[in-house]
Nanobody, 124 residues
């Protein structure tokens, strides 16, 4: 059973914006770190951004710094990824993952639950 669900993907033009959302149907990730990862066709899954349980100290991949912002709502039942100034190279399936601990990191092994992904396509 899939507990983690992403939404908000779609097709956008170069320079456009999208906001991805991640929710956990078990409502248990309020005490856990959450991360976003992406996988483009023919490439390995890569880290995008992560946030701790309390919303502090977000971390980003160098490729998205200054363009993407990760946040969680005050009830800690949802995590968002605001993506601005999108580029064609951002095209990928974006996955949300819930960490095993309170810390969100770039290490895929530190995540316990994964969503099924949402497609983001940026046209040139």
């Amino acid at each position: 059973q899939v507990y983690v669900r992403e939404s908000g993907g779609g097709l956008v033009q170069d320079g456009g914006s999208l906001r991805l959302s991640c929710v956990d149907s078990r409502r248990t990730f309020s005490n856990n770190g959450v991360g976003w990862f992406r996988q483009a066709p023919g490439k390995e899954r890569e880290f995008v951004a992560a946030i701790n349980w309390n919303g502090g100290t977000p971390v980003y991949a160098d490729s998205v710094k200054g363009r993407f912002t990760i946040s969680r709502d005050t009830t800690k039942t949802a995590v968002y990824l605001q993506m601005n100034a999108l580029k064609p190279e951002d095209t990928a399936v974006y996955y949300c993952a819930v960490a095993r601990s309170a810390i969100g990191s770039s290490n895929t092994g530190s995540y316990r639950y994964w969503g099924q992904g949402t497609q983001v396509t940026v046209s040139a």
